[in-house]
Structures are given as structure tokens and as C-alpha cells.
């Protein structure tokens, strides 16, 4: 392996370029491949969104001071961007940094990534090969060579189908032009999809919230105008959030917004419904579910809106040595502190490259792809990730290793009640951490108690 080689960053979004960020700084050669036109590809496809997390959260420190020493200036911190803002005036200036413009390759999709001369069974020598990346551009696939890898990819582009099984529902693929993923512009470039029709919004996390919002606002607008909300589970905690007690007052106010919607009567709210078959009669859509009672039929719809989250692209790396969570996809080490079937705060510990490393040396999942399927990631988390790994990279151990992470909380959490039994009486006397989600909730209950908390975790 050539030192000369780069280290290769997949995904030009906020965490890709703020690898890119730390590996300059640190002296060591970097090539950034983003797929799409231009930069952040995955947040202009929802770019007319309002983050909830402000400007102080949404910016990387290490590129904040490369920005400010070229004359930038950091906009109002308590303010709160929406994604077009920030890729205008955060991304698309570091981007432009001498330093970083000439590293960056857009239009370029890196499609696989492997050992030079080595599939995964290979063990001889496997160190001492250069990691090989095919590139997909205009012009052909190519094939270049990098010391170390940094997957920053995201799972934008792969959304979950409406099928609850994880698969397709019947008639999906049939019906596609009718169903968008995601948070489509519905008051914007998308508005003529849903003016005067009948939309059904499919999922429970906070791209179904904006997409419901957007709806009510425009059934204000526009006569004729109607929308239904089904969600396959039946506990909304994570969706209406912690109200007052969430430290990002946007994100609580969104929670608290829905919640609302939903028990006003604006929407029908049907919980507990499992998509299976997706039929059509005259021209529209009439969805069939599981529910505890047996079938339901919802419809008939105009559209539908598929916010069922996102999984990660695994076909990338499937020539490589990677350890991940067997059913959340992310790195095995986040999986157990992150799974949505166990509680809803995202609990995530200060972690690094020591998390965030696979079997396959100098390979790393970082960002939202390092949480897989799971829903609770923050930016903050992946700029902290980013900077352990460049420095581990450029073998700065000590740097590396001083991992500090500390994220506003939810003001949610919730765990099995067994759990709760067995360990919150000793909450404040420092649980072993494979109980740290009933400290939580013991934490959240006294300070919604006016109490006071035992400090015990932070939420993603």
C-alpha cells in the first residue's frame, strides 16, 4: 500500500465534508466521492424542510474556524436552518475552500469497494493492500485506490418500502408513480399532487410529522383537500417527543404539533396497521393492512406518502470484512444503545474510531449509516465521530481515544417495564450500562417531577 494513496470519503453531505475537514487538517491526502450533481445530494431532495436542530448544532467546529479564516461568517446560532440553508450557507462555502474544492469529485458514485487482488475470504496480506473503490462517472467506471475508507454514504437513497415485512407490499412497485418517499415539497414544487386530493402518510418518525403538517396547512389552502395517518405501531411516544422538556424546542414542538393534529380530528389516525397489498379501483389507491382485529382497507387515496425511514446500501462494501448490528444494519457496538425496540431516547455514550472500526483495518462507518436502521442520529454525533477516526488515522491514539459527545436530550424515554423494576430504584448509585435505559427513564420522570435528574445519558 502506496501512503500516497488517499483516503477515500463516500458522501460529500455535512459529515463527509467534515472528514474531509479533519484529514486536511491533519495532513493527510483525501478524496471525497458524492454521487449526486453536487454537493449534499441527499438534503436538497428535502431541502425546503426546517431542521429542528439550530445553526450552533448543524455546524462542524473544525470547519466553522476553516470558514471564519477565510472571511465566513457563522450565521445566527439560536436560529434554525432549513436543509436548502443549510447547504447554501454552510456547506456550499466549505466546499469552495481552496483546500477542500480540489478533493471533492462529484457525479461520482463509488459502487463497490474491495481489496486490490482480495475478496472478503482472503486473509494473506490483506493489511498491505490498498483498498480498491469502483467509480461509477459519466465517462465509465473506473477503478482507484485509497489507504483507508470512510463510509459518510448515508441511507437517503434506500428508503423501507411500505410492505411491513421489510419487503415490497404487494402492487408497490405497480402503483410507484403514485407513492413518494421521504418528505416530498408538498407546498412547494409538489403542490399540484395534493391540492384537492385524498393522501395517505405512511410511518411514525419525524419525516411522517413534516409531511402531516404540510398537509393540514395545505387542506387550510385548498378545498378538497384530505389526508389519513397509519402507523404500524401503536405506541406514538417517539413521534409527539418530550414537549417541554426536550432541549431542541424544535423538535418538541413538531411532536407536540402532530400530536395535536391527530387528536383534533383533522386526520384519521390508524395505529397498529401493517401494509400489505396496495389495489387499484378507478383510478385509485385502496390500501390493505394487518391489524390485531384481522384485515382493514383504507382508502380510496390519490396518493400516497411512504415515510417509512431508510436502511443502509449494503452492496457497497459486501466484498468487505464488517461487523454490523444483525438486525439495525449499523456498527455492531451502537446497536445495542440505539435499538428502537428497546427505548425510544437514543441513548448513545461518547464513541470513536474504536466503535465505529470493522474487522476490515482502516475501514469505517461513520454518520447516519453508522445507526443503520435506527432513527435517533444527529449531526453533532457524526462530527464527533469523524474527528476520533481522522485523528486515529493519521495515529494521533490519544486523540482518537478523548472521545467527548454531549447531545440535547429528548425529554423521551421509554423501556421495558422489566427493566424499569430491576434497576431504576438504583439509578443515581451508577447502574451497570446495560441498564442505562431505565436510569434514563428514572432520570426523565424526575425531572418532569420538577426534581432534578441523575444526569445519566443524553439523547440522540
Not at 486473509?123 to 467506471?141: C, H, N, Q, Y
Not at 384481522?294 to 400516497?304: A, E, N, T, V
Amino acid at each position: 500500500m502506496s501512503m500516497n494513496d488517499p483516503v477515500a470519503v463516500i458522501g460529500a453531505g455535512p459529515v463527509g465534508l467534515a472528514a474531509a475537514v479533519q484529514l486536511i487538517q491533519r495532513g493527510l491526502p483525501v478524496k471525497v466521492y458524492e454521487a449526486g450533481a453536487g454537493i449534499a445530494t441527499n438534503l436538497k431532495d428535502w431541502g425546503h424542510v426546517r431542521v429542528f436542530t439550530p445553526w450552533r448544532y448543524c455546524v462542524d467546529q473544525a470547519a466553522r474556524k476553516r470558514l471564519e479564516e477565510s472571511g465566513w461568517t457563522m450565521p445566527e446560532p439560536e436560529a434554525f436552518p432549513t436543509a436548502d440553508e443549510l447547504i447554501a450557507r454552510y456547506l456550499e462555502p466549505l466546499a469552495r475552500l481552496p483546500e477542500l474544492s480540489s478533493s471533492i469529485e462529484t457525479s461520482a458514485r463509488v459502487v463497490g469497494v474491495s481489496r486490490w487482488g482480495a475478496d472478503k475470504v482472503l486473509s494473506k496480506d490483506r493489511k498491505a493492500r490498498p483498498f480498491m473503490l469502483v467509480v461509477e462517472t459519466e465517462e465509465g467506471i473506473r477503478r482507484d485506490s485509497a489507504r483507508a475508507v470512510i463510509d459518510a454514504s448515508g441511507t437517503w437513497q434506500t428508503p423501507n418500502p411500505l410492505g411491513a415485512g421489510g419487503v415490497p407490499a404487494e402492487g408497490e412497485a405497480e402503483f410507484a408513480d403514485k407513492i413518494a418517499y421521504g418528505i416530498p415539497d408538498i407546498l412547494g414544487r409538489d403542490r399540484t399532487l395534493y391540492a384537492g386530493r385524498t393522501t395517505l402518510v405512511v410511518g411514525s418518525g419525524h419525516s411522517a410529522a413534516n409531511a402531516l403538517l404540510d398537509l393540514d396547512r395545505l387542506a387550510a389552502l385548498e378545498p378538497g383537500t384530505a389526508f389519513v395517518w397509519a402507523t404500524r405501531g401503536t405506541d406514538l411516544v417517539r413521534i409527539y417527543s418530550g414537549g417541554d422538556l426536550d432541549q431542541l424546542p424544535a423538535r418538541g414542538e413538531l411532536g407536540s404539533d402532530v400530536r395535536e393534529l391527530a387528536e383534533s380530528g383533522r386526520t384519521k389516525l390508524v395505529t397498529g396497521f401493517a401494509t400489505l397489498a396496495i389495489r387499484s379501483s378507478n383510478g385509485r389507491l385502496t390500501v390493505e393492512g394487518q391489524t390485531k382485529d384481522g384485515l382493514q382497507k383504507l382508502g380510496p387515496f390519490d396518493r400516497i406518502i411512504a415515510a417509512t425511514g431508510q436502511r443502509p446500501d449494503l452492496s457497497l462494501t459486501r466484498e468487505l470484512r464488517l461487523d454490523l448490528d444483525p438486525w439495525l444494519e449499523g456498527v455492531k457496538a451502537l446497536g445495542p444503545l440505539i435499538d428502537p425496540n428497546e427505548h425510544s431516547c437514543g441513548d448513545v455514550p461518547p464513541h470513536g474510531h474504536r466503535e465505529l472500526g470493522h474487522p476490515e483495518p482502516d475501514f469505517y462507518t461513520v454518520g447516519v449509516k453508522s445507526y443503520g436502521r435506527a432513527p435517533t442520529f444527529l449531526l453533532l454525533t457524526g462530527y464527533e465521530q469523524v474527528r476520533s477516526v481522522a485523528a486515529a488515522l493519521a495515529g494521533d491514539m490519544a486523540a482518537a481515544d478523548a472521545v467527548q459527545l454531549m447531545l440535547p436530550e429528548t425529554g423521551v424515554c421509554t423501556v421495558p417495564q422489566s427493566i424499569i423494576r430491576a434497576t431504576a430504584a438504583g439509578c443515581c448509585g451508577g447502574p451497570a450500562p446495560s441498564e442505562a435505559d431505565a436510569c434514563c427513564v428514572a432520570d426523565a420522570e424526575a425531572k418532569a417531577a420538577g426534581k432534578g435528574g441523575c444526569g445519566c445519558g443524553v439523547a440522540a
